[in-house]
């Protein structure tokens, strides 16, 4: 019979853990590395499973690939902390690893996110699939600071049921994490040597924002999608400022 592991990356996240970790509590493991949280997610994460590993933030792809050399069962679910596994998705989950054939070695499923308390169903981020479920033998994250991605050998399936992400239910904890998310994007740019261009810094937010606004029905998202839209194309503007930025101290380093 296929068994599931399921690999968490953390770090002070008291406010979701708990919940995370009761949607996928019927795993037959559970995986959390934890960057040095100075909160209480990793005493909630031990009422849940007792693997878990400490180890110095070094970005998200290293730690989720440190995360899977730990795991023990056929199959990895990646999840993240403000991410919850619905029961008619583990009960899909369930029946698809069960009856998967060897050709598949991953599967895909649409996420919905909740932003500012509220369901977005359009500006492109529904039903917006990704592949979190794969076989350990055929799956491994690339190594950027930001946005890694999974990188696996054989076919997909997608799954209809959906994973439920509740990211930034405030403003002021979107805030939180965008200097931080701007600087690694512009840092991950720096170190490909994509140079700076000023049309980028122009043209790419407002066609941003044109796209998930109108192109992808963001108004109908309300007022929360008119936020998501704008925010979306200031990321993008910010990015790109900083890789300005960067281009500009490197002259300056070499004269």
């Given at each position: 019979m296929s068994t599931l592991s399921v690999v968490v990356i953390t770090k002070n996240e008291e406010r979701n853990i708990r919940a995370c970790l009761k949607s996928i509590k019927w795993a037959?493991?559970?995986?959390?590395v934890d960057a040095g949280s100075n909160d209480r997610t990793v005493d909630i994460a031990r009422e849940f499973t007792q693997k878990i590993f400490s180890r110095p933030w070094d970005g998200y792809g290293e730690a989720k690939n440190y995360g899977l050399l730990q795991c023990t069962s056929e199959w990895i679910l990646s999840l993240d902390a403000d991410e919850r596994v619905t029961p008619e998705l583990k009960k899909e989950i369930l029946d698809r690893l069960s009856s998967a054939e060897q050709k598949v070695v991953a599967l895909s499923m649409p996420r919905r996110a909740n932003f500012l308390g509220k369901w977005i169903n359009h500006c492109g981020?529904?039903?917006?699939?990704?592949?979190?479920?794969?076989?350990?033998?055929?799956?491994?994250?690339?190594?950027?600071?930001?946005?890694?991605?999974?990188?696996?050998?054989?076919?997909?399936?997608q799954l209809d049921s959906d994973l439920l992400h509740y990211t930034d239910p405030e403003l002021r904890l979107y805030f939180e994490k965008f200097n931080k998310y701007t600087s690694l994007a512009a840092e991950e740019m720096a170190?490909?040597?994509?140079?700076?261009?000023?049309?980028?810094?122009?043209?790419?937010?407002?066609?941003?924002?044109?796209?998930?606004?109108?192109?992808?029905?963001?108004?109908?998202?309300?007022?929360?999608?008119?936020?998501?839209?704008?925010?979306?194309?200031?990321?993008?503007?910010?990015?790109?400022?900083?890789?300005?930025?960067?281009?500009?101290?490197?002259?300056?380093?070499?004269?």
């Open positions: 037959d493991e559970i995986i959390i981020w529904y039903p917006g699939y990704i592949t979190r479920i794969f076989r350990r033998s055929e799956g491994r994250f690339t190594e950027e600071k930001v946005h890694e991605r999974l990188v696996v050998h054989g076919e997909t399936i170190v490909h040597k994509k140079k700076f261009m000023l049309v980028q810094l122009i043209v790419n937010p407002i066609w941003v924002f044109i796209r998930m606004y109108i192109v992808r029905l963001g108004f109908l998202d309300g007022i929360p999608g008119l936020i998501l839209c704008v925010l979306s194309a200031n990321y993008v503007f910010t990015k790109y400022a900083k890789l300005w930025e960067y281009s500009i101290q490197k002259e300056g380093d070499n004269p």
